[in-house]
């Protein structure tokens, strides 16, 4: 009976009811995100996942292109004075919260505040600053002791922390401590209501969002919302994501597994492309505060050991296409990139690394691998690092957890017997790898240094060296010099470069690839 109603109101209205209902329903995008959204402070960490959500919610100052130029985007207007040492920004006017509240300098002066106790562009610029401070509601000064050429690049760098700008009352939380209300003024508005970690996080299209008029380029121009709503639908298994792609299920998965995507490749419905041409770099990060790690010769025995062959069949399988040995800690086939002092980084000799950890002193100190298990880069890394360390006769503590837990532990700077840890797998985008400005992994400067806290004062050397060269060759110079030093001292271990693939359904157009998923211009059939 009930069917039969339908029937009829259908056809009374001349077939015209559903196709309006249908025209009048929010276009849902549902996207596979590279990780679960487990806490969602973009200053407060460092973790892809969490940089990729707050692009949605967040608007930045400027705004980095696929040619890394950095370009205004709520920023209006900047001038520098002649001596380098003032610059005066205008943001754009009517720039909204979500919340309904204008942004103002305050709120812009506040969230660097914030910004630039995280951020090792932001630390250089607290060293040279004298004042930082509005003028009136849309202007605001940075006044600095020396000149900072790279200002611009430092305000719209895609790295994370970004210049996220927050309310005022929001980016006074302070930095070391997470944020509990996420209200920005980017494009789309986090709903928080829906937030169930390890299952869904949902965004919202924001409709007094004011996007720029020039076309879209990674992080700069107009970033025009043609989805009213995403789902990020958390699948850490891979089998199951391929499965929900394949039905129709979700619409576009970041980080489809390599031994998928064959099957993938053979649908109809779905297209699949390389996600980034600038790659990522693999990384086993290592703990300098603590033993083993805080001995440099323990450090350079494992480099001896490494194979990144190993690491890289692991990750990509047997496709040589997608991956490159890495003799230094650069992006590949970019203008700045060198292999000076990469020669331990081939050595590959488990004895020659058994030798160098008996000098070492190793006492045999149980190195507490933190290993997410819901990545697959971040798994198949670490099970190589297990077999690998214990080769060279090292004691294994493997914790198997998942990517938010290493996100909290890792910056957690006790022993690792104390709820500490000796290393962790992550990589890092090719694109913040291409030179020292927004490479935070290659930083050594102690305390104020990524997770690990390297304390190497030549790698400092050479990253100021780099800040301070007058041109490319400068540039060049200082390059080497820095790939030599943070391989000798081991800053870290890259264990390779690879390249990875998204994929789609192809009712979704505008997919384009990127260090990020590029969601503005995306629309659905």
Not at 161 to 172: G, N, Y
Not at 253 to 269: I, Q, S
Not at 315 to 340: A, H, Q, R
Request: hydrophobic share 45%; net charge neutral; aromatic share 10%.
């Amino acid at each position: 009976m009930k069917s039969a109603t339908g029937a009829g109101l259908a056809a009374a209205s001349g077939g015209l009811a559903m196709p309006a209902l249908a025209q009048g329903a929010p276009k849902t995008l549902r996207f596979v995100p590279q990780a679960n959204l487990a806490n969602f402070d973009p200053i407060w960490g460092t973790q892809y996942v969490v940089r990729n959500a707050a692009l949605l919610v967040w608007d930045t100052l400027y705004g980095v292109d696929s040619k890394f130029v950095p370009k205004r985007q709520m920023v209006e207007s900047e001038e520098v004075s002649a001596d380098g040492l003032t610059w005066t920004f205008k943001l754009r006017s009517g720039l909204k919260f979500h919340d309904g509240a204008p942004v103002t300098s305050k709120d812009v002066v506040a969230s660097l505040v914030r910004w630039s106790a995280r951020d090792p562009m932001g630390l250089m610029l607290r060293a040279i600053q004298v004042e930082l401070t509005p003028v009136d509601d849309l202007t605001w000064k940075w006044v600095l002791k020396a000149p900072f050429p790279k200002m611009l690049l430092a305000l719209g760098k895609n790295n994370a922390p970004c210049t996220f700008v927050m309310p005022e009352r929001i980016a006074k939380t302070d930095p070391f401590q997470q944020i509990t209300e996420y209200i920005g003024s980017g494009p789309m508005k986090f709903v928080r209501s829906e937030w169930v970690p390890g299952a869904k996080a949902v965004f919202e299209k924001f409709a007094d969002y004011k996007p720029r008029d020039e076309p879209a380029d990674w992080m700069a121009g107009g970033k025009k919302m043609l989805v009213d709503r995403i789902e990020w639908v958390i699948m850490p298994d891979a089998a199951t994501a391929a499965a929900a792609l394949q039905s129709g299920e979700v619409d576009w998965w970041e980080t489809p597994l390599a031994d998928l995507v064959p099957v993938l490749k053979g649908n109809k419905d779905i297209s699949v492309d390389i996600g980034d041409p600038l790659g990522n770099i693999g990384a086993f990060r290592m703990n300098h505060l603590h033993p083993p790690f805080n001995n440099l010769k323990v450090r350079q025995a494992v480099a001896t050991a490494l194979n990144q062959e190993d690491y890289m069949r692991a990750l990509v399988g047997d496709d040589d296409k997608l991956w490159k040995s890495l003799p230094g800690f650069f992006t590949p086939d970019t203008p700045l990139y060198t292999e000076e002092g990469g020669e331990m980084f081939k050595k590959k000799s488990v004895a020659e690394a058994k030798k160098l950890l008996a000098e070492s002193g190793y006492k045999g100190e149980p190195v507490t691998c933190v290993v997410a298990q819901d990545m697959a880069a971040t798994k198949s890394m670490g099970d190589v690092t297990a077999e690998l360390l214990k080769s060279i006769g090292m004691n294994v503590d493997f914790v198997a957890t998942d990517w938010g837990t290493v996100g909290s532990r890792r910056a957690q700077k006790t022993a690792p017997g104390q709820g500490g840890w000796s290393m962790f797998h992550t990589w890092h985008a090719g694109a913040d790898c291409v030179n020292p400005a927004s490479y935070t992994a290659i930083r050594a400067n102690g305390e104020k240094a990524w997770f690990g806290w390297p304390d190497v004062p030549t790698v400092e050397e050479q990253v100021t060296a780099w800040f301070n060269a007058k041109d490319i060759a400068g540039e060049k110079q200082a390059m080497g010099k820095l790939n030599k030093a943070a391989v000798e001292n081991v800053v870290y271990l890259p264990t390779g470069f690879y390249l990875g693939y998204q994929a789609w359904r192809k009712n979704v157009s505008g997919v384009t690839s990127g260090p990020f998923p590029v969601v503005w211009g995306v629309s659905k059939a």
